[in-house]
């Protein structure tokens, strides 16, 4: 069984920074794709950024130059850096990991329980 804890949320006034952390516990040999999304009051859940176990990133237009995404893989650990936050960040963010490698064959889709981020004006 895998699990995502997220970790780093809070309220923050705009301009501020704020750091997300999510770690992935279980028996993983290693996963492919790890990432953010949010999900604001009234709104579907949409993409911040995600990263490959090789590095490669991709980013929501509204954070590029804002948000860096990275990740250790050692501790299946996925990190998200907030700058310059703005009001319109404040959201539910959550952890994704997708096709992790354990000891019954791939695992897809996996998500965090969810952390608030509130960016006050």
């Known amino acids: 069984q895998v699990h995502l804890v997220e970790s780093g949320g809070g309220l923050v006034q705009a301009g501020g920074s704020l750091r997300l952390s999510c770690a992935a516990s279980?028996?993983?040999?290693?996963?492919?794709?790890m990432g953010w999304y949010r999900q604001a009051p009234g709104k579907q859940r949409g993409l911040v950024a995600t990263?490959?176990?090789?590095?490669?990133?991709n980013y929501a237009d509204s954070v590029k130059g804002r948000f860096t995404i990275s990740r250790d893989n050692a501790k299946n650990t996925v990190y998200l850096q907030m700058n310059s936050l703005k009001p319109e960040d404040t959201a539910v963010y959550y952890c994704?990991?997708?096709?992790?490698?354990?000891?019954?064959?791939?695992?897809?889709?996996?998500w965090g329980q969810g952390t608030q981020v509130t960016v006050s004006s």
């Open positions: 990263i490959t176990n090789g590095g490669s990133t």
């Open positions: 994704a990991a997708d096709r992790i490698a354990t000891m019954t064959g791939y695992e897809h889709d996996y």
């Open positions: 279980g028996i993983i040999f290693s996963i492919k794709t």
